[in-house]
């Protein structure tokens, strides 16, 4: 079943070729519906290549080409319990986006059929990036989803705001790519001392070849790459700018998917294939992450504009996932590809909802939404209220079990880590996370409770209840958040024998 | 007479036609700094050539190329300083300089600037 | 049976009522649901009573990559009478809502919170795993949050219900932690197996300490100890109903839960239970003295409860352990009592402060008697059930006190005692406050509707048949933790002397100006403790107002700091640019100039290189 990912990663980019090559008359009106049909079949063959390689030991679906042997540059893609989760996050968030768009996008900014092509092609860059086993191939990918995602927020994003979106997405393109020269860098580097870009070699080498500081240097450039992408505090900055101006499609696809790259890059290269270099760089990575959580809640608490505080909300949440690949053991582990799934979907979750707000009121400013949502659209602000509540980490919804795996695994760190470090850095997290227990009350306080002013009365548009096909599109992501709250035993039956077999391996 | 006496000359040739190619203001007397630079050359292949005594006289076959080749050069060089003359009415090669890259670009990238530094909503 | 049911019928019963959405008949179906929780309960917890050993019940398990997490629950005698106390008291309050709340808007999504409240309630006192316990945990925090905010056009309402829900989710940090040390030590996440392993000493003191400590950061938030007793009061603007089973019998006991079912483990650490006690008898008094200020009733009944629960924390810092569990029993029994009561004065007349109150005794006499045993179950009078319990956790307190002459126990008594009597005074201050003399200027506008009335008697029947329990202790105190009995006679006269003193001085301060509220005998004392001796400002100083002004700092840095270094790094790409391009001036020699002298100099470099 070779052909499965090759025909996986390819659907969503034949979408885009297709509706780049559709005749201009009816282009736009039919442009969302392909890319449902498109994303749905993706989804298909993702829910296919997960039925066959669920659960099964190491690495499955495996394909491989010469690409270019010059450069020993192959074509090599697989799948395990890493990454499967992963691409099934985003063929779901993507068919759940193009679905979102079937009611149109807004006020006609650049054409309908160019978006949906251009989330396609991010589509493919992100399905890519997450089967790519050959270092090059992955970088290739990485590379494929920026300037997508620089036209999407640059054209199709605040319509209030032109210069601000355009620069928003020039700050987040500029530090992406000066990110992925580094780690392209860290990439040749490795290929120079170790021979190979193959990661399942490499990574069972575990870094044999190099001497530490090579390694070291290699994990250096590497990391600085996908911290940028993480987003690792300080590098964090293009995040909330990024996010605020985006369409809503374009939040959930960065928040939710384009993330997560970033993360699985340090999970899938950083750890196995220059460990000592990790371990070097662990602690500073741990600190870092503890900041980032913290400094991320307090800056939510400050924010005024739902979509820039949820932002902030993904920088806390990612910090929680560096803080999990920062301890090197396998509960860390599987608590950050758990909380990375967890915030893919719950994020996901509000950030369709703040774009639903904007849409109905212009602006996502919590001062112009005004209050007593639960009066004015009592659907809405439910959803609002049980998506902030799973948000800030509570057991029995998706977002406790990664966050507290990954305190669970700062508590006992790998051998050879300074514990008094990552014991501090537990706390710290456990502080943010009441923190963010604090702001994502005090926003629902702000916007579902108290009584709606007559001026928020008197502006009440026609829809301003969730429609069915909003609740059809939030839904899978409630009902997820539930069942993987309620059985957290899904995912991490898959990923944990990935996760010794990446770090069992190296060793 | 010895090898020398001829590369001395052609040294000395191309010296003086750097410097007219480099430090003279007007168009025309920059084109005889090359002629004067190519003459020397041609001594040089002419006088190595007979140092030598190549059976097949490449020395003597690339200088007569070179002739000619200097010959269309400046043609062509002199119908270019003509045109110049005629619309700019001077052939002052330190005044002509549409192609820099200063002025016109400067303010381009100032504009540029001030509308990417505008406060972008006040979220903050 | 397995007691999933127990747990899965309610969570059931919540998606039945969200589905069914805002109709007349929801809240029946929600008593309905409550009925089957309660018939459940019953068969699993009735064979379980009294029993020694336990039955375990794996439902599953998932790995972590370190040890894997059992879903598991057992049945024990403890988690028998939690179970039956919990599924009681929620069918009791199910039942009343559907009176108190009739002719209201959101019944649907009230219905459906308490159920799940519930079957997380269910969750705790059955489950056999840390995090399978935590999860119940948090959900009844998410509920309380819920349900205190129901009335959410009120300002006290969203304020109390964000207070609930942070001050127990910082407590619940601690737990967490708390629950990695215990599970670091024992290598396993079981609760039995964690009592297990401290039974038979493999837990260092060190290691039980801390632990225990960090258990008891959450233990503290949930039931409303000194730090965290701020919220509890605050959380009164939630419906009535809810105050009785959650904030009264339930939830706040689940501390009290804990620490009973942690008891082998507390024992290894003396340092948690000195900790414990401290916590336990400066709270008693603290929360009494408050109550007596109070002008709100719930409000009094609030504090009550903090300081009842500070009992049964003190009884198990000792080791009396029956004690403390029956206490927790007849507290759950007379406290909803007292609350469904106040709900019912609530209902008729339309406030909850007790000034415009006065003489209800003759318009709500039902009300009146039902709480008159309620209150005197709270004082501890006999044949209520508090007279008992109280008996018995002073007993043992004092049985501690003489048999081990520990500084510990001397303070629980003394506080225990000065408690006693504080208690006494503001119960009778409430009573005659409310039932007494003329009315002040409260309408009674209905009097209540069969919903709400039998679940009170019911209650009022348990709170004086309750004492029973006193004869089989066994159902307490099933492995026979503590020694001694729980009945001490000379004790209870005494403290019944001692209560009826305090009646009386009541009395007569209230009857010397009729009307008049005792508790302005204490002057300026009273505002004082009308203010709660302002931990509150004490808490928005040192926390929530440097919280606040880190946010903004926060803020401030990213616009300043490091968004500035992100626009030097485009602005000096720029500056580099227009210092290069000096070097694009047009004019032709220049550029020669520089090729010839560049290659010079690289003919020199290669010449010299070779």
């Known amino acids: 079943m070779g052909w499965l990912l090759p025909v996986l990663v390819a659907t969503p980019a034949a979408g885009a070729l297709l509706l780049a090559l559709w005749p201009r008359a009816d282009a736009d009106r039919v442009g969302p519906l392909v890319g449902v049909v498109v994303s749905a079949a993706a989804a298909l063959v993702s829910v296919v290549a997960a039925v066959v390689a669920w659960g099964r030991e190491g690495m499955r679906l495996e394909s491989e080409a010469a690409w270019i042997p010059s450069l020993d540059v192959w074509w090599r893609a697989g799948v395990d319990g890493i990454s499967l989760p992963l691409v099934l996050l985003t063929t779901l968030l993507t068919l759940l986006c193009m679905v979102a768009l079937l009611r149109g996008e807004g006020p006609g900014l650049g054409s309908e059929r160019s978006l949906v092509a251009l989330l396609l092609l991010l589509e493919t860059g992100v399905i890519g990036t997450f089967v790519a086993l050959d270092l090059v191939l992955f970088f290739v990918f990485f590379e494929i989803v920026l300037v997508p995602m620089w036209f999407v927020i640059a054209i199709w994003g605040d319509p209030k705001d032109p210069a601000g979106r355009r620069r928003a997405a020039t700050t987040f393109l500029l530090l992406t790519v000066i990110g992925s020269a580094l780690m392209l860098v860290g990439f040749l580097l490795v290929h120079t001392y170790a021979g190979s870009f193959d990661m399942l070699e490499l990574a069972a080498n575990g870094g044999l070849g190099m001497s530490t500081q090579v390694q070291l240097l290699a994990a250096v450039a590497i990391g600085l790459g996908f911290a940028v992408k993480a987003p690792m505090w300080p590098l964090h900055i293009w995040l909330p700018d990024a996010h605020a101006k985006a369409p809503t499609v374009g939040s959930v696809l960065l928040a939710g998917v384009l993330l997560k790259m970033g993360t699985y890059g340090f999970v899938r290269i950083w750890v196995p294939i220059v460990p000592e270099g990790a371990r070097a760089l662990a602690p500073y990575l741990a600190c870092l992450a503890a900041v980032g959580i913290v400094y991320g809640s307090l800056a939510c608490l400050a924010q005024t504009d739902l979509k820039r505080l949820v932002a902030y909300s993904s920088v806390g949440h990612m910090g929680f996932v560096l803080l999990g690949i920062a301890t090197l053991t396998p509960v860390g582990l599987n608590g950050a590809l758990v909380a990375n799934i967890a915030h893919g979907l719950i994020t996901g979750l509000l950030f369709f909802l703040a774009g639903a707000l904007k849409d109905r009121h212009g602006s996502a400013e919590l001062a112009t939404i005004g209050r007593g949502l639960y009066a004015r659209s009592p659907r809405l602000a439910a959803i609002l209220a049980v998506a902030a509540i799973a948000s800030l980490g509570l057991p029995g919804l998706a977002g406790f079990w990664g966050e507290m795996l990954t305190l669970l695994g700062a508590f006992d760190p790998a051998a050879g880590l300074p514990r008094g470090v990552f014991l501090a850095c537990m706390v710290a997290g456990g502080v943010g996370a009441v923190v963010t227990a604090a702001y994502f009350v005090h926003v629902v306080r702000r916007v579902c409770q108290g009584e709606p002013s007559e001026l928020d009365l008197a502006e009440e548009r026609p829809q301003a209840e969730a429609s069915t096909r909003e609740l059809a599109t939030w839904s899978p992501l409630v009902g997820l958040t539930v069942l993987l709250g309620l059985a957290p035993g899904l995912l991490l039956a898959v990923t944990d024998p990935a996760v010794q077999v990446l770090l069992g391996a190296g060793s | ?124 | 049976m397995s007691p999933a049911w127990v747990v899965a019928l309610p969570a059931l019963g919540a998606v039945v009522v969200l589905a069914m959405g805002s109709r007349a008949t929801v809240g029946w179906v929600g008593a309905g649901f409550g009925l089957l929780a309660w018939l459940s309960g019953l068969v699993v917890a009735v064979p379980a009573l009294g029993d020694t050993g336990s039955q375990r019940y794996l439902l599953g398990s998932f790995p972590t990559g370190a040890m894997s997490i059992e879903v598991a629950l057992a049945v024990d005698g403890l988690a028998a009478v939690m179970v039956l106390l919990a599924t009681t008291v929620a069918l009791l309050v199910l039942l009343y809502s559907v009176g108190y709340l009739s002719g209201e808007r959101r019944r649907a999504s009230y219905t459906a919170l308490v159920l799940v409240f519930t079957s997380a309630m269910s969750l705790v006192v059955l489950a056999d795993d840390f995090f399978v316990l935590l999860v119940g945990w948090e959900v009844m925090g998410a509920c309380s949050y819920f349900l205190i905010g129901h009335y959410w056009e009120r300002v006290e309402a969203r304020a109390g219900a964000v207070k609930a829900f942070l001050l127990t989710r910082l407590g619940d940090i601690g737990l967490l932690f708390g629950i990695f040390v215990l599970g670091a030590a024992v290598g396993s996440f079981s609760i039995s197996g964690a009592n297990e392993a401290a039974a038979a000493g493999q837990l260092s003191t060190s290691q039980a300490t801390a632990a225990m400590l960090l258990v008891l950061c959450g233990v503290v938030g949930k039931s409303a100890q000194f730090p965290l007793h701020t919220w509890l009061p605050d959380a009164m603007p939630g419906p009535t109903p809810i105050s009785a089973l959650i904030h009264a019998a339930t939830m706040v006991a689940a501390g009290v839960y804990l620490v009973a079912r942690l008891d082998d483990v507390m024992a290894a650490s003396p340092a948690a239970r000195t900790v414990l006690a401290v916590i336990a008898a400066v709270t008693m008094l603290l929360a009494a003295l408050f109550a007596v200020a109070q002008d709100d009733l719930k409000r009094v009944l609030a504090w009550s409860t903090v300081s009842q629960l500070a009992y049964m924390f003190a009884a198990l810092a000792v080791g009396a352990y029956a004690a403390g569990v029956f206490h927790l029993l007849s507290h759950g029994a007379f406290k909803a009592l007292l609350f469904l009561g106040a709900g019912a004065i609530v209902h008729a007349v339309g406030g909850t402060s007790m000034g415009p109150m006065g003489g209800l005794r003759r318009r709500l006499p039902l009300t009146f008697v039902t709480m008159t045993i309620g209150f005197a179950a709270l004082v501890g009078l006999v044949p209520a059930v508090g007279f008992f319990s109280k008996d018995a956790v002073l007993g043992g307190v004092m049985d501690a006190a003489l048999h081990d002459g520990s500084w510990q126990a001397w303070m629980l008594l003394t506080s225990g005692l000065l408690t006693v009597v504080v208690t006494a005074a503001y119960s009778t201050r409430a009573w005659l406050l409310v039932f007494f003399g003329r009315s002040r200027g409260a309408e009674v506008l209905e009097t209540e509707p069969w919903t709400m009335r039998a679940p009170v008697v019911v209650l009022a029947g348990l709170s004086l048949v309750g004492g029973a329990l006193v004869l089989t202790p066994e159902v307490v105190d099933p492995l026979g933790r503590s020694e001694g009995s729980l009945v001490h006679p000379t004790l209870a006269a005494a403290s019944t002397l001692l209560v009826l003193l305090t009646v009386l001085v009541t009395y007569s301060e209230w009857w010397r100006v009729e009307g008049v509220d005792p508790a302005a005998r204490f002057g300026p004392v009273r505002r004082r403790l009308f203010a709660e001796l302002g931990v509150d400002r004490l808490y928005q100083i040192t926390v929530t107002g440097p919280t606040w002004s880190l946010a903004h700092l926060v803020v401030a840095t990213d616009r300043d700091i490091v968004e500035p270094y992100v626009r030097g790094a485009s602005a000096s790409a720029q500056g580099l640019g227009l210092a290069l391009r000096q070097l694009q001036r047009g004019n032709v020699q220049v550029y020669v100039t520089a090729v010839v002298v560049g290659a010079l100099a690289l003919g020199l470099t290669a010449g010299w290189l070779s």
Do not use: C, K, W
């Open chain 2, 1 to 124: 007479m010895s090898l020398l006496y001829p590369l001395v000359v052609a040294a000395l040739l191309f010296a003086i036609g750097v410097y007219g190619v480099l430090a003279r203001r007007n168009a025309v007397l920059v084109l005889m700094g090359v002629e004067l630079m190519l003459n020397a050359v041609n001594l040089n292949l002419v006088a190595f050539d007979a140092y030598l005594r190549d059976v097949v006289h490449s020395g003597q076959v690339l200088t007569l190329f070179v002739i000619a080749i200097a010959a269309a050069e400046i043609g062509l060089g002199l119908a270019i300083v003509l045109m110049v003359f005629r619309s700019h009415r001077h052939i002052d090669v330190d005044r002509m300089r549409e192609l820099s890259d200063t002025d016109a670009a400067d303010a381009a990238m100032a504009r540029d600037a001030r509308v990417g530094a505008a406060p972008g909503g006040g979220e903050r």
